[in-house]
């Protein structure tokens, strides 16, 4: 099973983690991904720092992130708003309650934004996908001009990408750009980061579970081929 920016998983991101930002996949080029020497090594050997977890939120585990601590924005007010002071004593990532993902989220399958991240200096967002109250991926949304800092960060954890390649984004003016996309594959967890996906200036990862991002992908081929009847 292929996952190597299979034009389906570009599909599938934005279908289900980007569809409220607008953004739209570009088309794939046809040539074979390039490897350097570490890459085909890595992959080779697997991937040797494959994750279960990311922010440490474990993948197919029940939702347990605790919410982000609020307080009232007066003593006479009604209204809530972050609690920045309490954060400072709070360790690892909480939910942003005060996003709307939150405030309009019914059931047990949707996606929260996640607060409280690891300091990079830079500014980025990070959403939880899950479904049936279980983690299943995660996205993040940044700055293109931020996009090699991270890819050197999740290098430094993550060990050498499996995959990588340049192609050409065409922006709406007519302008050229080039655009890396690199991914780490592993055998339950997979790692896949956009410089340009939709905008010329916004990066986007997904960091996912194999077999949820696999039934996605079954998922809306199924949905295709039964929309297709109605032509």
């Keep these: 099973m292929n996952f190597h920016f299979n034009s389906s998983i570009k599909f599938a991101f934005v279908a289900t983690a980007l569809v409220s930002t607008g ?47 609020t307080t009232y924005i007066s003593q006479n007010s009604k209204m809530v708003m972050m609690d920045f ?21 019914r059931g047990d399958s949707g996606k929260f934004k996640l607060f409280n991240l690891p300091n990079l200096g830079f500014t980025y967002k990070v959403y939880l996908n899950f479904k049936a109250g279980l983690v299943t991926s995660f996205t993040m949304e940044l700055d293109q001009s931020d996009f090699s800092t991270l890819l050197n960060v999740f290098k430094d954890r ?12 065409k922006a709406k003016n007519g302008g050229e750009f080039n655009a890396t996309e690199v991914a780490w594959k592993g055998k339950n967890t997979s790692i896949y980061m956009y410089e340009r996906l939709g905008r010329l200036d916004e990066s986007h990862v997904l960091i996912t579970d194999n077999e949820d991002l696999q ?15 109605k032509f």
């Excluded at 039934?215 to 009847?229: C, G, T, V």
């Design 158 to 169: 993550y060990g050498a990408p499996t995959s990588s390649q340049t192609h050409v984004f």
């Design 85 to 105: 002071e309490a954060l400072k004593s709070m360790d690892g990532v909480c939910i942003d309650t005060q996003d709307i993902t939150y405030q309009y989220q």
């Design 215 to 229: 039934a996605e992908l079954d998922s809306k081929r199924d949905q295709r081929a039964s929309e297709s009847q």
């Design 23 to 69: 953004v739209f996949a570009q088309a794939l080029p046809k040539k074979a991904p390039s490897r350097s020497p570490a890459q085909t090594q890595a992959a080779e050997k697997g991937w040797v720092k494959e994750p279960s977890s990311f922010l440490g939120i474990e993948f197919k585990k029940p939702l347990t992130v605790q919410n982000c601590p």
